[in-house]
């Protein structure tokens, strides 16, 4: 008999054993059950905010775009207008020095004047190839206005200019 009672206490003890696993077992499974919903709302949250992130950059990005098209417009008419202005500043320079070289040639030419008998009927040669640029700017009345004073003072010189 004293077999058959360790047994009895083995079998209600392995009944109350298995109700404590089934509840354990019943307990984990509502705590999976709850974690998986969690997770699921979770990952349900972090897409919903994924979308909509994309959709906010995605909005950002065609303003992005809108602005970055109209810089580039003002960049080509910018560039356009900095290569204008440097060609003109070429120009300009260039004209500038025609013109110093200009006075100059009248500076010596006026010395030469003032000596008695120096240019009376000499021809002044002028060689300087940069003389066309200025030609297209200037118009000639200047050069004969200066002519006519030098007449006034009774010097006839003759200018040519050789290209």
Known sequence: ??????????????????MIIDDKKRKRMLSNRESARRSRMKKQKLLEDLVSE?????????????????????TVVLESENNLLKAQQMELA?????????????????????????FSDQIV?????????WQCHVSTQPAHGLYRNVQLLNFVPRFRFVM
């Open 1 to 18: 008999m004293s077999n058959t009672l360790p047994q009895m206490r083995s079998g209600s003890e392995a009944d109350a054993r298995g």
């Open 54 to 74: 994309v959709a906010s950059l995605k909005v950002e990005v065609r303003k992005n775009s809108d602005k970055y098209e109209v810089l580039m417009q003002k």
């Open 94 to 118: 260039q004209y500038l020095r025609n013109l110093e070289l200009m006075q100059i040639h009248m500076e010596l030419l006026q010395m030469n004047l003032m000596q008695p008998g120096s």
């Open 125 to 133: 040669d002028i060689k300087e190839p940069l003389v066309e640029s």
